[in-house]
């Protein structure tokens, strides 16, 4: 026999023995699965408000930087047009001194807002890593507690049972309480 043929029909034979014990299991016991609305938990927890607090006057320090560059550059290229439409003619070599200055602003601001963009990731990522880590261990042991073998993303649910919401469970396990009953 052909060792492709073998190997098929070992490979089906598997296959058919895993089918078989994967829906034993499934017939024992259905998984429980259950969901979570990051967002609604977020949006509850103190710590997350004043990390988005934090992170917005920080990028608007960026921004008015940013601001000031762009202020600064834009007086040169009027001074530039202002130099480049006088009479008598202003001499070329001025003209070309004022135009490597707007090049290297131009420069500057551009590795400014790119390096603003970097060190303002950085900070969301180093502020609200630990909040989501807590948050993670807190729907690790809600779901343990509760017997879900699953719990999805309620942004990737098509269809939600209320009941199989654990936002509320996470949110109590974490020692928030909220005032409106019911999740968005």
Do not use: C, H, R
């Given at each position: 026999?052909?060792?492709?043929?073998?190997?098929?029909?070992?490979?089906l034979l598997l296959g058919v023995i895993l089918l078989g014990s994967f829906g034993q299991v499934m017939a024992q016991a259905p998984a429980k699965i259950g969901y979570f609305d990051t967002g609604y938990v977020f949006s509850n927890l103190p710590e997350y408000k004043k990390i988005q607090s934090a992170l917005d006057i920080y990028k608007k320090q960026l921004t008015a930087?940013?601001?000031?560059?762009?202020?600064?550059?834009?007086?040169?290229?009027a001074e530039y047009q202002k130099l480049a439409s006088a009479k008598p003619a202003t001499p070329v070599a001025i003209l070309q001194t004022r135009q490597q200055e707007i090049t290297k602003l131009d420069q500057e601001l551009r590795q400014f807002q790119q390096a603003a963009r970097q060190?303002?990731?950085?900070?969301?990522?180093?502020?609200?890593?630990?909040?989501?880590?807590?948050?993670?261990?807190?729907?690790?042991?809600?779901?343990?507690?509760?017997?879900?073998?699953?719990?999805?993303?309620?942004?990737?649910?098509?269809?939600?049972?209320?009941?199989?919401?654990?936002?509320?469970?996470?949110?109590?396990?974490?020692?928030?309480?909220?005032?409106?009953?019911?999740?968005?």
């Open positions: 026999m052909d060792t492709k043929k073998v190997f098929g029909l070992k490979a930087e940013a601001n000031k560059k762009q202020k600064e550059m834009q007086s040169k290229i060190q303002s990731l950085q900070k969301e990522n180093a502020l609200i890593n630990p909040v989501t880590k807590k948050v993670q261990t807190s729907i690790d042991k809600v779901a343990k507690a509760n017997n879900f073998a699953i719990i999805i993303k309620k942004e990737a649910l098509l269809y939600e049972v209320p009941g199989d919401n654990i936002s509320d469970l996470v949110l109590k396990d974490l020692g928030v309480t909220v005032t409106k009953k019911g999740n968005k």
